[in-house]
């Protein structure tokens, strides 16, 4: 079963048992609270993650995602967890400026 390991916030651990929802989905599926302004439909930046390890183990990039890469508000380390899907082993890391102010990081 494939694991995401968010560094930040103390190395949480989720195990994917659906490789066919999006990133978002999982993350809020497992009670993690993550920042998503235009609920999920790819029209902001604030659900991006940044990529640390296993970038081959994402789906394509969308044309959302290619919009905001065009615009310098998608770095090429990162990718919006409403437009992917992961298939295996990843660790990634909340953007600084997603961050809640209401949840204690790790860095």
Not at 8 to 21: A, M, R, T, V
Not at 32 to 41: E, L, Q, S, T
Request: hydrophobic share 35%; proline share 3%; aromatic share 6%.
């Amino acid at each position: 079963m494939p694991k995401i390991v968010i560094q930040n916030l103390h190395n949480k651990e989720i195990f994917i048992k659906n490789e066919n929802k999006n990133l978002l989905d999982i993350i809020h599926e497992n009670y993690i609270d993550w920042m998503h302004a235009c609920g999920g439909k790819g029209r902001c930046t604030t659900c991006k993650v940044q990529v640390l390890e296993g970038m081959e183990n994402f789906s394509e990039v969308s044309p959302a995602e290619l919009k905001f890469r065009g615009m310098n508000r998608l770095q090429s380390n990162e990718r919006l967890s409403c437009q992917c899907q992961v298939s295996g082993d990843v660790v990634v890391r909340v953007a600084p400026e997603n961050k809640f102010n209401h949840i204690q990081y790790s860095d």
